[in-house]
């Protein structure tokens, strides 16, 4: 797509990633043969880790202490060698900017051999990209953001926003007694059921195997409860947290879904 030589559409679509503006992950190769859990991980004080000199990920690394550091100047070019060599196990690991990472990633990587460990303390983007003009992007650039942010999430990038530590007093619904049943509310919570939890939890609320069946939670949670871990997570168990990404609305509308599937008033597929 020849983004990189674009210098222009390149910060155009980098800065149009907006869900990771405050994520930075470490990027390596399964060739690594090794699993980064956390930035806290020892393994990591023993690898060679690419950083962009002069760009926040140089301080997460000196944070770190990551003293095996290799410094790249943060130009395209020079970035993009940053992946290259991860690949070719030049280096063994890279600390990136997700938007970053996920565009070279979506470029280099097509075979899907690198893994991402995204840090879970929101850090500000690179200075370069930090102004939040949000003006209309163009259909390429609208184009090019959703591919990177699609990669993003394929390689299980979590935004740090969403990994930050919660906040209680967001996390209570209005009322902690669960809405009364409301069928039209049911139907929108098809949408964010289908959005943002089916892959886990399997079509039509069903679990697919991966989690929980939520139809039979529906009913053993309170709705406190069931609106602290959605927004909460459990996040070491593989169930991400959702503050930051849905309002309390969504949370709502999404237990109306999962309730009414509970109770069969509304049947699988596409509520009509
Ligand atoms: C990436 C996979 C994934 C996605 C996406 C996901 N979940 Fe989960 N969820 C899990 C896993 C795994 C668990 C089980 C966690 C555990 O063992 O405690 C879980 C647990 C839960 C529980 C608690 C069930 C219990 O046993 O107490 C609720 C409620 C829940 N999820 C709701 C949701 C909702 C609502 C969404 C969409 C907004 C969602 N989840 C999206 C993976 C996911």
Redesign the pocket.
């Known amino acids: 797509m020849g983004i990189l030589q674009d210098p222009e559409a390149f910060q155009a679509v980098l800065r149009a990633v907006s869900r990771y503006k405050t994520t930075y992950v470490v990027l390596y190769s399964d060739d690594l043969g090794v699993s980064i859990e956390s930035v806290e991980d020892p393994i990591l004080l023993s690898l060679r880790v690419g950083v962009p000199a002069g760009t926040p990920a140089a301080d997460l690394a000196q944070k770190y202490r990551l003293l095996r550091r290799v410094d790249f100047p943060s130009t395209p070019t020079a970035l993009r060698q940053i992946v290259t060599d991860v690949l070719a196990r030049k280096i063994d690991a890279a600390l990136l900017w997700a938007p970053l990472a996920g565009l070279l990633a979506m470029e280099l990587d097509p075979s899907h051999r690198l893994s991402m460990m995204p840090l879970a303390a929101p850090t500000p983007p690179p200075a370069s990209f930090a102004s939040s003009d949000s003006s209309a992007v163009s259909e390429t650039v609208a184009r090019c953001r959703d591919e990177v942010q699609g990669t993003l999430e394929a390689y ?1 990038v979590v935004p740090a926003e969403v990994l930050a530590p919660p906040n209680p007093v967001e996390e209570l619904p209005a009322s902690p007694e669960p809405p009364p049943e409301n069928i039209e509310e049911a139907r929108q919570g098809w949408d ?2 289908q959005t ?6 399997g079509p039509d609320a069903i679990s697919g195997g ?3 069946d ?1 139809r039979d ?2 009913r ?2 309170t709705y406190a ?2 609106f602290q ?2 927004l909460q ?2 996040v070491e ?4 947290a ?1 503050r930051g990404l ?1 309002k309390p609305d ?2 709502r509308l ?2 109306q879904y ?1 309730r009414a599937r509970s109770t069969e008033r509304l049947g699988p597929g596409r509520p009509s």
């Open positions: 299980g964010v059921y943002h939890c089916e892959r886990c939890h991966l989690a929980p939520l939670r529906v053993r949670l409860e069931f871990i959605v997570g459990r168990k593989g169930m991400p959702w849905l969504d949370v999404v237990y999962i």
